[in-house]
């Protein structure tokens, strides 16, 4: 361990306790970027590595709402702006039982270097509430995103902070979140992204992550001579994210073999069909179901993709952490070829760390699901000069996109026995850019 790695344990000890995600992240890009900081004096002058760990600010509040039989509930919501040096804080809400500060510091974190290497101006931001949509009824969820909304609106604006959606968080949540922003404020304005594009959001947005993440896929492909034809696709997950790669998948002329919940996995054995997808698509997004209840393909209660088939090509879409040592033990032992991250940070430290040693394909999240935020990006552009693209434009400026975040994920690194260590070069490119203005915007 270098002495910059034991700074940083030492300092998120002290000062970031019981805040594991946390910690797994940050020591992921140090792991990364301790030789470069070793070599260039400036960063500890600047003392870079502290203030990059410490969020810009943290806002905690209370969520009071009414539910259908007039109880009132309390749920806790937060913020968390971490880094504005590269532009507004912007980064997803995510309303999940699960969620805490440290699950949003570790988003709010990777959040700084994914806008970085998308190349627009974007800072890095995080937020959401430990509520569980689950069983709500929609006039529930509509109360409780006003109610967030109540507090959350004193602290973003389109030039300080601008909030999308994520895990649970869809463009019905984000239209009831902004029609409660409009009322209070008496402002439109692009202060949300991922709106219907019926009424200011971009087209191809909710498409975004998915098709992006397969973008990047076919580039890293591309540069080890493999084509993304025909091969078989273990995807996870059957939200926003999954099903769009998915769909981007077959359109490719891929096989899609899995798709999951948190109920378990539906395996199609030769490969998902359109028709097939859109039934899931209406199940999942539209019906809020589980894939149990699905009539296609063969179910298997409480099994991951990772063991309930096999394929060269792994996209976990679901959550953090959920591919751990043993999954990805079996993966690397059924030949994978190349894994990309839909999700945040779903591999397990372990898993992680054999992936590495395994020196295969890896795009890490920070770069492979960019698109989202990329086309969030672009809505802004939109919303700023009152205009409205289409679906092709928004699709061909993110493919194009994409290609510039694969092609800075090699910018600092070399191959190693001929393949790119994607997950250093992502952690490089963003940390350089960071680093340098923070040091050119002084101490503050
Ligand atoms: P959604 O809420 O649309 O979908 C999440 C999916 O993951 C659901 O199918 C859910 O199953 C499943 N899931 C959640 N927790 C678990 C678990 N513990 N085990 C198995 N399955 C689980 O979220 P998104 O698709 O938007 O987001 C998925 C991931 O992608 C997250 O990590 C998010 O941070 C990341 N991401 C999203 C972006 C976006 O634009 N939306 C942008 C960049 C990253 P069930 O329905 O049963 O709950």
Partial sequence: MTKLQDDIENYLSHSHPHSDEYHQAVREVFDDIAEVYRKEPAYRRWNIAERM????????????????????QVNRGWRVQFNNVLGAYKGGIRFDPSVN??????????????????????????????????????????????????????HIGPNVDVPAGDINVGPREIGFLYGHYVKLTNRWEGVLTGKSPGFGGSCGRTEATGYGVVYFLKNMLQAHDQSLESQRVLISGAGTVALYAAEKCIREGAKVITVSDSRGTRVFRNGMSEKELVSLR?????????????????????????????????????????????????????????????????????????????????GPGKAANAGGVAVSG???????????????????????????????????????DGIYPYSKGANLYAFKKLAEAMMAYGVK
């Fill in 53 to 72: 760990l410490e969020p810009d600010r943290i806002v905690r509040f209370r969520v009071c709402w009414e539910d259908d039989n007039g109880q009132v």
């Fill in 101 to 154: 500060e440290s699950v949003l510091k570790f988003l709010g974190f990777e959040q700084c270097f994914k806008n970085a290497l998308t190349g627009l101006p974007m800072g890095g931001g995080k937020g959401g509430a430990d509520f569980d949509p689950k069983g709500r009824s929609e006039r529930e969820i509509m109360r409780f995103c006003q109610a967030y909304m109540q507090e959350l609106h004193r």
């Fill in 282 to 362: 209406t199940l999942k997004l539209e019906q809020h179901g589980s894939l149990e209840d699905a009539d296609c393909g063969t179910w298997h209660s409480n099994k991951t993709p990772w063991f309930a088939a096999k394929g060269a090509i792994a996209l976990p879409c679901a959550t953090q952490n959920e591919v751990d040592g043993k999954a990805m033990k079996r993966l690397i032992g059924n030949d994978l070829l190349a894994l990309c991250e839909g999700a945040n940070m779903p591999l397990t430290q372990e898993a992680h760390d054999k992936l590495i040693d395994a020196n295969l394909l890896y």
């Fill in 378 to 416: 672009l809505e802004r552009s939109q919303n700023a000069s009152l205009q409205s693209w289409s679906m092709d434009k928004v699709d061909t400026m993110l493919s194009g996109i994409m290609e510039d975040i694969h092609n800075r994920c090699i910018e600092h690194v070399k191959r190693k």
